[in-house]
């Protein structure tokens, strides 16, 4: 990547920035803080040697602060226009496109025509209309159905609502309460002298009542009814009778209902212009970002600074257009520091392509680290294989990627998804075969009867069976984490080393590497017999490794007991680069990928055996449910089993060999073009 800056007449600005939109190779930066942040970039002030006279001041320099209110205003209207014909016209996909979302493909001949022709303001006019109608009914419908449910209550009533807000001489109650308050009201002495109850439904525990009482005991019954957890309903003052007011509100609904479905294909007709909107709101978005990179210039009366980055393969092409249209353009470039927010943009062979897709969800590397995608494909192909290893699921995953991935070739992320998991299934597929799991035991004679083909091709590729062999299997995996770890302070120095940082590479990588095999060595006669020269030779690497840890570790802290302390903890891995504890606890994780392949293969297992068991069923009907315990179970083992044989393993990547030597935190290399999300201008 190469830092750009370049110069221009303000009177062509515009129209410069407008061509480089279409040529898309620059990501720019905000000119006024890099130049204000470097503070060395514009002309020195002050006198000249030997002179008495004063050289003039660099002109100030500041933002256009190009209103974009009325491009904005397009965008938000074209964004409505969409949302109501996503909403009430959506797009019918297939699986593979309901995967990841498809920007729209034109033709630049075509955007100009549409936009030159096509008015989009009728078109937003008619769909808000539309709209706000329809939230209109849709409003009213909710208020008369609600309005209809309250008057159903009042239909048991063997008499009008309204009689009983007539009553001169009693106070009537229509409400409900606990059936437990209902029990406990009919036995209460002074309720029942004081009022006339009458039950009138009862739903989920609650029973609805009728209560009335002599208008001179009003006061008394009400506070009784209270007592006992009575809820009131007002009684509805109706103008006519309650069945012609249902049936009224009811009609209007129908009505209202039929309103809703006229607008809806009102707002569905629409969806003949979805090409046209979609062009036109790429169009606007390009404007809006034409309008963001102007006002990131930097400019004076005269100048206007345009600053940025630019990937070196494209600097020809840039050099080229400028000199070819803009004579009068002046573009320099600097190799950037590593106080500038420098864009990355990776770029990988065909083969690696598809790992990429791990690092994106870890995040972008820092610009001056390097690109770990590469670095990581074998670690994480093996640990999936070691999870999930299964030469019949191999099979049916490479299978399924394959298909998917030929499909979805016109879609690059989910092509490369899809290809990372065809990589996944070859690896399932060669863990499977060494440590014979096909369809778990399905090779058994039991199952597939004496000399069948899998119990023959298992017995010539087996190396070793992880069930009758956990133990030796655990300790393969320790050694993998052993390994992976070892592997991830090697790159740590590695990159440190791309930094012109060789002290660091020494003492945060070089000593760790002789530390960590020492240790090892020196505690190994724990478990096996190890030669008394080698581990002489182990303990005075380690103390010697141990003791330049102590004295280094804290070299960064500010005063003598500041950096012992520091050295002194960073062994244990409380501060530091890394520590024994954390290498111990990173080196157990590496257990779970026997964990999880032991668990692929039981389940599977588990599986044939029900499969061996229902096949004893006679007429014909054991072969049948046999063959579909095995496909069903298997399948079911296969998606369960997938998602744990790629999540554990991707953890072990970004914790357990991440941390170890990844820095995060890169700026995506976004280049001002014509493009955006939506739509791709060819």
């Known amino acids: 990547m190469q830092r750009v800056t370049i110069l221009a007449p303000r009177r062509s600005a515009g129209t410069l920035v407008e061509r480089l939109q279409e040529l898309g190779l620059i990501h720019l930066e905000d000119a006024c803080g890099r130049l204000r942040a470097r503070g060395g970039d514009t002309a020195p002030t002050g006198s000249p040697p030997g002179g008495d006279k004063a050289v003039p001041s660099p002109p100030a320099l500041s933002s256009p602060a190009l209103s974009s209110e009325a491009v904005d205003a397009k965008v938000r209207q074209l964004e409505a226009i969409q949302h109501v014909l996503d909403t009430f016209a959506p797009v019918k ?29 009728p078109l937003y006019f008619e769909s808000m209309h539309a709209l706000e109608e329809l939230r209109d009914r849709e409003r009213a419908i909710e208020a008369a159905e609600a309005e209809i449910a309250a008057l159903e209550l009042f239909r048991v009533l063997p008499f009008e609502p309204g009689d009983l807000l007539s009553l001169r001489l009693a106070h009537a109650w229509l409400g409900s309460l606990p059936r437990r308050a209902w029990d406990e009201l009919r036995s209460d002495e002074q309720a029942t002298e004081l009022l006339a109850l ?70 569905r007709d629409l969806s003949q212009f979805r090409r046209e909107v979609g062009i036109l709101f790429g169009h606007w978005l390009a404007k809006r970002a034409k309008l963001d990179a102007h006002n990131s210039a930097a400019a004076s009366r005269r ?47 065909r083969l690696v392509k598809p790992i990429r897709f791990l690092v994106d969800m870890f995040g972008l590397p820092d610009y001056f680290s390097f690109d770990p995608t590469a670095y990581l494909s074998v670690s994480f192909l093996v640990f999936f294989g070691m999870c999930f290893g299964d030469v019949v699921y191999g099979l049916m995953l490479c299978a399924l990627a394959g298909y998917l991935a030929r499909k979805a070739r016109g879609f690059q992320g989910l092509h490369n998804f899809c290809m990372l998991f065809l990589y996944c299934g070859v690896s399932t597929i060669i863990f499977g075969a ?29 190396l070793i069976d992880p069930l009758e062999k956990a133990v030796v299997m655990l300790v393969v995996c320790l050694c993998i984490g052993i390994i992976t770890q070892l592997y991830g302070i090697a790159l740590k120095g590695y990159g440190l080393l791309r930094r012109g940082d060789v002290l660091g590479a020494v003492f ?50 500010k005063g003598i007991f500041a950096k ?97 030597f990844y820095q995060g935190g890169g700026v995506r290399f976004r280049p001002l073009s014509l493009n955006s999300e939506r739509v791709v201008v060819e």
């Not at 609650?206 to 009784?224: F, K, P, S, W």
């Not at 005075?540 to 490794?545: C, D, E, K, N, T």
Request: with cysteine; aromatic share 8%.
């Open 93 to 121: 996909k297939s699986f593979v496109q309901g995967l990841v979302s498809t920007p729209m493909r034109v033709k630049r001949a075509e955007m100009a025509q549409v936009v030159e022709q096509f008015d989009h303001e």
């Open 198 to 267: 009458q039950k009138l439904s009862e739903d989920k525990g609650t029973v609805r009542i009728c209560a009335i009482a002599l208008a001179r005991d009003l006061e008394e019954a009400a506070r009784i009814l209270r007592q006992h957890e009575f809820s009131e309903q007002a009684v509805p003052e109706l103008d006519s009778p309650l069945e012609e007011r249902i049936g009224h509100l009811r009609g209007k609904v129908q009505t209202w209902r039929e309103e809703c479905e006229s607008l809806k294909t009102r707002m």
């Open 303 to 349: 100048i206007a600074v345009l600053c940025g980055y630019v990937r070196d393969v494209d600097t020809p092409a840039l050099d080229q257009a400028l000199a070819s249209e803009f004579p009068e353009v002046s573009a320099t470039y600097a190799e950037p520091t590593p106080e500038d927010a420098v864009p990355v943009s990776l770029t990988h062979s």
């Open 434 to 462: 060494l440590s014979g799991s096909w369809a778990a035991d399905l090779w058994s004679p039991e199952y597939l009867g004496e000399g069948n083909p899998l119990l023959w091709i298992k017995e010539r590729t087996a």
């Open 508 to 557: 945060d990588a070089g000593l760790w590497l002789i530390m960590i095999p020492s240790v090892l060595i020196v505690i190994s006669p724990l478990f096996f017999a190890t030669p008394q020269p080698l581990r002489r030779l182990a303990l005075m690497l380690m103390l010697s490794a141990g003791v330049g840890l102590v004295l280094t570790q804290g070299r960064k802290e």
């Open 564 to 660: 012992g302390i520091t050295g002194l903890v960073s062994v244990y891995g409380i501060l530091g680069s890394y520590g024994c504890v954390a290498f111990i606890g990173d080196m157990l994780s590496y257990s779970r990928l026997l964990a999880l392949g032991l668990t692929t293969t039981i389940v599977g297992m588990s599986f044939n055996i029900i499969g061996g068991l229902v096949r004893q069923i006679p007429w014909g009907m054991g072969i049948m449910l046999f063959v579909l315990v095995l496909v069903v179970g298997h399948l079911f083992n296969f998606a369960v089993s997938i998602i744990g044989a790629f999540v554990h393993p991707a953890r072990l990547i970004f914790l357990e060999f991440f941390g170890r």
